[in-house]
């Protein structure tokens, strides 16, 4: 069961990021890890790489976020 919710934190994350209005967080991918979710991607700025982190943040709902987005 925490399984199946842990995928649909990640479906909601994905979908959040991929109709932001900033391009860069439409092509960050998201994926449930057994610690929490997983940030991958590339973003031009460091702003960015929070504002993703950010944009899940309530949804994550307290599990562990760990960002490894790459700032070009």
């Known amino acids: 069961m925490a399984e199946a919710l842990a995928k649909d934190i990640q479906s909601e994350a994905q979908s959040a990021l991929s109709s932001s209005p900033i391009f860069d967080l439409r092509e960050i991918h998201v994926e449930a890890t057994e610690s929490g979710l997983l940030l991958q991607g590339r973003v031009a700025t460091f ?14 709902n307290g599990m562990h976020v760990q960002n490894d987005i790459d700032v070009e």
């Open 47 to 60: 702003y960015h790489k929070q504002l993703a982190q950010e944009a899940i943040r309530a949804i994550a």
